[in-house]
């Protein structure tokens, strides 16, 4: 399963370009989770082929992303 980068997040449309190792994939309106859609999020997703070219589907934020959210530094 890839790993990448939200580059961004159209709230209007619901799509999404990913960033992965510098390759772009676009991910269609729906398939970014809630979580996952605002720029620089960490991100786990699959890619599927529509007419001819990849597109990230089932995006999905990293847990280790969430966890790190929510750390509290003590001491």
């Given at each position: ?37 605002h ?9 599927e ?7 990230a ?19």
């Open positions: 399963m890839p790993e990448g980068v939200v580059r961004w997040f159209d709230e209007a449309r619901g799509d999404a370009e990913i960033l992965r190792d510098g390759r772009p994939y676009y991910a269609p309106p729906g398939a970014v989770e809630p979580g996952a859609r720029p620089g999020a960490r991100v786990h997703f699959d890619v082929r529509v007419d001819g070219v990849e597109q589907v089932d995006v999905r934020l990293r847990q280790s992303a969430l966890a790190s959210r929510h750390r509290h530094r003590l001491g």
